[in-house]
């Protein structure tokens, strides 16, 4: 008998079935060690000497292949095929050589790309040894990655409170979302006017033409910038005469895009599925790994971490067959395609992400897959089968006419497009996704008849005014291309990466495009006045190249750490001796926008609208930045810092003001201006109460009637019709809420907390409880999100209680993390605050459910990948890192 080890217990079940009897295959749940987020975890003085800590899980899981291999005649190494692939499949080895199991026993290193019979047996009987390059590759970037974060960290504690971690590619790819948001905040808006003509044919067909020239001179576009020249340029053509010059027809062709990369499909996912990036790869790894079908597990697609955009030969093969057999021989091209990628370090060490089948059909596997799941496999063989099938066959049509009035001429164009054959378009349209662009320019509607020589009549002539538009937000998915495009880290990172910056508060997701918080800007600026050099993109996409020169054998790993720590440590020793005063005027000038918003009233942006005579300067506090004045004390105004805002917030001081007498109580109300933003108060001392101002709402908003409703929740609205208990309403950590025994529902807006009535408080109370189970003996709290079934039954549920937000499955409850998004939890995550939460159970009832959990876990790659709080991505390996570093 044979043992392989594999990453994934549900792979692992999977293989078993193809090798039979002869083999027995362990799940080594992803990575089986890391480095301890402690000094002295990489020893640069040592020749960067490494120490490696196993956790009590993955101990657990080693001594079982341990006990396997014993009594094994040979050990198969078969984890994913990439470089975290093999550094797993090394540190399996590495374990088991100091357990002295092995012996003489024959050691095999197997990759497969697909989880299919043929491609397991086809690799078993093709083993090699683990490719140590590939190792050295894993080696360096993790030791990186840990100097980086660890060294730079507390740099960022010491000198700029209120920040929690930089990375090598987690604080580049923020540079970015930052680098963006300064061009917003630095674009001047220029006008210009776009000027048609509706025209009719002598057939009275009609049709409209933009003006392309004037004056002899071709207008470039926005080139009409007033609209006096608008006006004028609209009068010749309201008194010109039209005739068709020429009329030109040509067929153009569009050829299909590639097979889906990581990036490329995370963009697609993106645009039309509105997947997250995480999400995408959440669904993909179970596609990959593999599906019960009619009886068979089979994986579906193909490894989905890969920037190869090439197809294996036999897979072209299979899909030139089946667009024969599903389309017909008109949509085969004569030979087959190929392609390349343009994406900056691209390896293409991988296929492109394919079906296994191209003959299974999305229609055919609709009744084995979740919603989910079958969007996506429909996606990938769609755009899989669409690379190999016919161009697509368009004319354009092409219409230049001329407008003459009394010898003063202008010159139109009118364009218009058929698709004569569609080809690749019967299967996948290439709609403009985010980050991806179709190949021809606007998609413009047939022309109707037209003539060269004929005269035109004149229906009405538009002249509109626009202004140019800043340029937009980053997606997630046009983010993950641009980091693809500069070569910054690599495709198993990119979600990793965003995920990192989103859980730090660095950014946040606002309707799909990524905003950089306050915190996040500071880092920034911080990093590019200080460590230009590590946030360059040019010097990080450089770094990748060596790296992947260590993974081709070409660059000896420890060598790029010599050069790399050389330079980065006396940058460190540097900003000992920096001043915080040097910091702060750093970010002064850097960050003059957020700082120091625009006043409305035009005045000096610098200057205190308190006393009137002090400068504002950011200042640094025990929980971050925050603006000040720089007549402290006798001036103590100061303003929270917030990307939002506008300006508004600086007439708060810390003065309280008066908006009058409480109705019921007597007391004084008064808006102040807290650590965490404005607030109002009534009364003084300990027993005073406070609101703080809800989102949307601005201190110059407030008023005493907005102040006396605030201070007067929560409000009751009645008595539950059914229950006879009091549903009251109020305003929450995660915004406004109704509330009844126990059971919380959303509202939509603050407005509703003052408004709601008892009909529709008990309706929107009724629509929560139906999503949610009920509990024993008491009223069910409002689920918010249903992640899916547990691995080992049951469903896994996010809900709202009355302590805040936590996740359920079965008697296990779980409160999520302070600041975590309820909507933005993942089947992962909740995965292991289940498994912790039963862990921390303590009687016979939690140590049963804490079995039971690990059970569970032992059935899902994922889940015990997130367990283990470890990524495949030097990325996710920083957020531990990061993570256990702010607690300590």
Same mark, same amino acid.
């Given at each position: 008998?044979?043992?392989?080890?594999?990453?994934?217990?549900?792979?692992?079940?999977?293989?078993?079935?193809?090798?039979?009897?002869?083999?027995?295959?362990?799940?080594?749940?992803?990575?089986?060690?890391?480095?301890?987020?402690?000094?002295?975890?990489?020893?640069?003085?040592?020749?960067?000497?490494?120490?490696?800590?196993?956790?009590?899980?993955?101990?657990?899981?080693?001594?079982?292949?341990?006990?396997?291999?014993?009594?094994?005649?040979?050990?198969?190494?078969?984890?994913?095929?990439?470089?975290?692939?093999?550094?797993?499949?090394?540190?399996?080895? $590495?374990?088991?050589?100091?357990?002295?199991?092995?012996?003489?026993?024959?050691?095999?290193?197997?990759?497969?790309?697909?989880?299919?019979?043929?491609?397991?047996?086809?690799?078993?009987?093709?083993?090699?040894?683990?490719?140590?390059?590939?190792?050295?590759?894993?080696?360096? =970037?993790?030791?990186?990655?840990?100097?980086?974060?660890?060294?730079?960290?507390? !740099?960022?504690?010491?000198?700029?409170?209120?920040?929690?971690?930089?990375?090598?590619?987690?604080?580049?790819?923020?540079?970015?979302?930052?680098?963006?948001?300064?061009?917003?905040?630095?674009?001047?808006?220029?006008?210009?006017?776009?000027?048609?003509?509706?025209?009719?044919?002598?057939?009275?067909?009609?049709?409209?033409?933009?003006?392309?020239?004037?004056?002899?001179?071709?207008?470039?576009?926005?080139?009409?910038?007033?609209?006096?020249?608008?006006?004028?340029?609209?009068?010749?053509?309201?008194?010109?005469?039209?005739?068709?010059?020429?009329?030109?027809?040509?067929?153009?062709?569009?050829?299909?895009?590639?097979?889906?990369?990581?990036?490329?499909?995370?963009?697609?996912?993106?645009?039309?599925?509105?997947?997250?990036?995480? =999400?995408?790869?959440?669904?993909?790894?179970?596609?990959?790994?593999?599906?019960?079908?009619?009886?068979?597990?089979?994986? #579906?697609? /193909?490894?989905?971490?890969?920037?190869?955009?090439?197809?294996?030969?036999?897979?072209?093969?299979?899909?030139?067959?089946?667009?024969?057999?599903?389309?017909?021989? =008109?949509?085969?091209?004569?030979?087959?395609?190929?392609?390349?990628?343009?994406?900056?370090?691209?390896?293409?060490?991988?296929?492109?992400?394919?079906?296994?089948?191209?003959?299974?059909?999305?229609?055919?596997?609709?009744?084995?897959?979740?919603?989910?799941?079958?969007?996506?496999?429909?996606?990938?063989?769609?755009?899989?089968?669409?690379?190999?099938?016919?161009?697509?066959?368009?004319? =354009? /049509?092409?219409?230049?006419?001329?407008?003459?009035?009394?010898?003063?001429? %202008?010159?139109?164009?009118?364009? &218009?497009?058929?698709?004569?054959?569609?080809?690749?378009?019967? %299967?996948?349209?290439?709609?403009?996704?985010?980050?991806?662009?179709?190949? $021809?320019?606007?998609?413009? &509607?047939?022309?109707?008849?037209?003539? %060269?020589?004929?005269?035109?009549?004149?229906?009405?002539?538009?002249?509109?005014?626009?202004?140019?538009?800043?340029?937009?937000?980053?997606?997630?998915?046009?983010?993950?291309?641009?980091?693809?495009?500069?070569?910054?880290?690599?495709?198993?990172?990119?979600?990793?990466?965003?995920?990192?910056?989103?859980?730090?508060?660095?950014?946040?997701?606002?309707?799909?495009?990524?905003?950089?918080?306050?915190?996040?800007?500071?880092?920034?600026?911080?990093?590019?006045?200080?460590?230009?050099?590590?946030?360059?993109?040019?010097?990080?996409?450089?770094?990748?190249?060596?790296?992947?020169?260590?993974?081709?054998?070409?660059?000896?790993?420890?060598?790029?750490?010599?050069?790399?720590?050389?330079?980065?440590?006396?940058?460190?020793?540097?900003?000992?001796?920096?001043?915080?005063?040097?910091?702060?005027?750093?970010?002064?000038?850097?960050?003059?926008?957020?700082?120091?918003?625009?006043?409305?009233?035009?005045?000096?942006?610098?200057?205190?609208?308190?006393?009137?005579? @002090?400068? #504002?300067?950011?200042?640094?506090?025990?929980?971050?930045?925050?603006?000040?004045?720089?007549?402290?004390?006798?001036?103590?105004?100061?303003?929270?810092?917030?990307?939002?805002?506008?300006?508004?917030?600086?007439?708060?001081?810390?003065?309280?003001?008066?908006?009058?007498?409480?109705?019921?109580?007597?007391?004084?109300?008064? #808006?102040?201006?807290?650590?965490?933003?404005?607030?109002?108060?009534?009364? $003084?001392?300990?027993?005073?109460?406070?609101?703080?101002?809800?989102?949307?709402?601005?201190?110059? /908003?407030?008023?005493?009637?907005? %102040?006396?409703?605030?201070?007067?929740?929560?409000?009751?609205?009645?008595?539950?019709?059914?229950?006879?208990?009091?549903?009251?309403?109020?305003?929450?950590?995660?915004?406004?809420?109704?509330?009844? $025994?126990?059971?919380?529902?959303?509202?939509?807006?603050?407005?509703?907390?003052?408004?709601?009535?008892?009909?529709?408080?008990?309706?929107?109370?009724?629509?929560?409880?139906?999503?949610?189970?009920?509990?024993? @003996?008491?009223?069910?709290?409002?689920?918010?999100?249903?992640?899916?079934?547990?691995?080992?039954?049951?469903?896994?549920?996010?809900?709202? &209680?009355?302590?805040?937000?936590?996740?359920?499955?079965?008697?296990?409850?779980?409160?999520?993390?302070?600041?975590?998004?309820?909507?933005?939890?993942? !089947?992962?995550?909740?995965?292991?605050?289940?498994?912790?939460?039963?862990?921390?159970?303590?009687?016979?009832?939690?140590?049963?459910?804490?079995?039971?959990?690990?059970?569970?876990?032992?059935?899902?790659?994922?889940?015990?990948?997130?367990?283990?709080?470890?990524?495949?991505?030097?990325?996710?390996?920083?957020?531990?890192?990061?993570?256990?570093?702010?607690?300590?």
């Amino acid at each position: 008998m044979n043992v392989v080890v594999v990453e994934s217990p549900s792979k692992a079940k999977t293989i078993n079935k193809y090798l039979g009897p002869g083999y027995k295959v362990l799940a080594s749940f992803g990575h089986v060690r890391d480095l301890p987020a402690k000094d002295g975890s990489v020893r640069p003085d040592e020749d960067f000497e490494m120490s490696w800590e196993v956790d009590s899980a993955s101990a657990k899981r080693m001594k079982d292949i341990a006990d396997a291999v014993k009594s094994a005649d040979g050990l198969i190494l078969a984890t994913d095929p990439d470089r975290e692939g093999e550094a797993i499949s090394w540190h399996v080895l $590495d374990l088991l050589k100091k357990k002295k199991v092995l012996g003489d026993k024959p050691v095999k290193r197997v990759a497969f790309n697909a989880i299919t019979k043929k491609a397991v047996l086809e690799a078993i009987a093709h083993p090699r040894d683990i490719d140590t390059s590939l190792v050295d590759a894993y080696l360096a =970037r993790r030791a990186l990655d840990y100097l980086v974060g660890f060294n730079l960290s507390p !740099v960022l504690w010491r000198k700029l409170p209120g920040a929690r971690s930089a990375g090598r590619v987690q604080s580049v790819t923020l540079r970015l979302v930052c680098d963006r948001e300064n061009e917003i905040e630095r674009f001047i808006s220029e006008e210009y006017w776009n000027i048609s003509a509706l025209l009719k044919t002598p057939r009275g067909d009609e049709f409209e033409a933009r003006l392309v020239s004037a004056d002899g001179k071709r207008l470039a576009p926005k080139a009409v910038g007033n609209g006096e020249e608008a006006n004028r340029l609209k009068a010749l053509l309201d008194g010109a005469a039209y005739v068709v010059d020429s009329i030109e027809a040509k067929p153009v062709k569009r050829n299909p895009s590639p097979p889906f990369t990581t990036s490329t499909l995370q963009q697609a996912a993106s645009s039309k599925l509105g997947f997250s990036a995480s =999400r995408t790869m959440q669904v993909a790894q179970k596609l990959y790994e593999g599906v019960d079908i009619g009886g068979e597990t089979v994986g #579906l697609i /193909t490894y989905m971490r890969t920037d190869g955009v090439q197809m294996a030969p036999e897979a072209i093969e299979a899909s030139r067959l089946a667009i024969a057999s599903q389309f017909g021989d =008109r949509y085969l091209p004569e030979k087959p395609r190929f392609y390349s990628t343009k994406a900056k370090n691209a390896q293409e060490a991988h296929e492109a992400i394919r079906p296994t089948d191209f003959n299974r059909t999305p229609d055919q596997v609709r009744r084995f897959l979740d919603g989910d799941m079958l969007r996506l496999y429909d996606l990938v063989w769609k755009r899989g089968i669409a690379s190999q099938m016919a161009s697509a066959e368009i004319e =354009r /049509t092409t219409a230049e006419i001329t407008a003459d009035n009394g010898g003063q001429k %202008a010159g139109l164009r009118a364009t &218009g497009s058929v698709i004569r054959f569609d080809g690749f378009i019967a %299967a996948y349209t290439d709609a403009k996704e985010d980050g991806e662009q179709t190949d $021809d320019g606007d998609e413009d &509607g047939r022309l109707p008849e037209i003539n %060269a020589r004929e005269n035109l009549a004149k229906q009405k002539i538009n002249a509109s005014q626009h202004f140019t538009e800043p340029p937009p937000r980053y997606s997630e998915a046009s983010l993950i291309k641009k980091m693809e495009e500069l070569g910054i880290g690599r495709p198993s990172t990119y979600a990793a990466t965003v995920t990192t910056l989103l859980d730090r508060d660095y950014i946040t997701n606002d309707k799909r495009k990524l905003i950089p918080q306050a915190k996040g800007r500071l880092v920034t600026a911080f990093l590019e006045s200080f460590f230009t050099r590590y946030v360059g993109y040019d010097f990080t996409a450089s770094l990748e190249e060596k790296l992947d020169q260590v993974s081709a054998g070409e660059v000896n790993w420890k060598d790029v750490l010599r050069d790399f720590w050389k330079d980065f440590f006396a940058q460190i020793e540097e900003t000992k001796e920096l001043r915080v005063t040097n910091v702060l005027d750093a970010l002064n000038e850097e960050l003059a926008p957020l700082v120091f918003p625009k006043r409305e009233d035009g005045g000096d942006p610098r200057i205190c609208q308190v006393c009137g005579t @002090g400068k #504002l300067s950011l200042k640094l506090g025990k929980y971050g930045a925050f603006v000040g004045c720089s007549n402290y004390p006798e001036c103590n105004f100061t303003r929270q810092l917030s990307s939002d805002s506008n300006g508004e917030e600086a007439a708060v001081s810390n003065e309280p003001q008066a908006l009058g007498k409480d109705p019921h109580t007597g007391e004084e109300i008064t #808006l102040r201006s807290g650590r965490f933003g404005p607030y109002v108060q009534r009364g $003084d001392g300990k027993e005073a109460k406070r609101s703080s101002l809800p989102k949307g709402w601005t201190p110059s /908003t407030i008023d005493h009637e907005k %102040a006396v409703a605030l201070l007067s929740l929560p409000r009751d609205i009645g008595a539950h019709p059914e229950s006879g208990k009091m549903i009251s309403t109020g305003l929450g950590r995660y915004g406004p809420f109704v509330l009844h $025994d126990g059971t919380y529902a959303n509202l939509e807006s603050i407005e509703d907390v003052f408004s709601i009535g008892l009909n529709r408080a008990v309706s929107v109370l009724a629509d929560k409880q139906s999503k949610a189970g009920a509990g024993r @003996g008491r009223t069910a709290a409002a689920s918010l999100k249903e992640l899916g079934d547990h691995p080992d039954g049951g469903p896994i549920t996010v809900r709202d &209680g009355r302590y805040g937000p936590y996740v359920n499955w079965g008697k296990v409850n779980a409160t999520l993390p302070k600041g975590k998004d309820p909507q933005s939890v993942t !089947v992962e995550e909740a995965l292991v605050l289940i498994s912790e939460r039963a862990a921390k159970g303590g009687t016979a009832k939690g140590k049963a459910t804490k079995a039971k959990t690990t059970k569970a876990a032992a059935k899902s790659e994922d889940g015990a990948k997130a367990t283990k709080a470890k990524a495949k991505a030097p990325a996710k390996s920083k957020t531990k890192t990061a993570a256990k570093a702010k607690k300590g």
